[in-house]
């Protein structure tokens, strides 16, 4: 005797292999939908905020160095929070990077923004 078994999403019998979990391609997508919501929303916002520093970081600078003032970049929507990595160099200036652009907080409220090469 074997047990009926059920789709996860929607609770329809389900028909077919022994390791099936749902009924459709729609059921799937759904339950994992809903199960990843939450991580989603969080990773979705992070990267948000990645992207639009990314883009303001561009904007401000067209070439390969430019200093603009702090106040400038916050005026657009830039977050200090949120970067890809950072880079240390040898005398201990610590440059922070949203993926290929980067910038390096400066006296006087500048900000050094740079382009990285690829290499």
Excluded at 20 to 34: E, L, P, T, V
Excluded at 94 to 104: D, H, Q, R
Aim: some cysteine; overall charge positive.
């Amino acid at each position: 005797m074997s047990t009926e078994r059920k789709c996860a999403e929607c609770g329809e019998k389900l028909l077919g292999r022994a390791d099936q979990k749902f009924c459709s391609d729609q059921c799937r997508n759904a339950y994992n939908n809903r199960q990843n919501s939450d991580a989603n929303n969080f990773v979705r916002n992070i990267n948000n905020a990645l992207r639009r520093n990314r883009r303001i970081l561009e904007a401000l600078s067209p070439g390969e160095k430019t200093k603009v003032d702090r106040d400038k970049l916050v005026a657009k929507g830039f977050s200090f929070t949120y970067f890809t990595h950072e880079y240390v160099t040898k005398n201990g200036a610590i440059y922070k990077f949203c993926y290929e652009m980067g910038y390096l907080l400066l006296d006087n409220d500048e900000v050094l923004i740079v382009r990285r090469e690829n290499k």
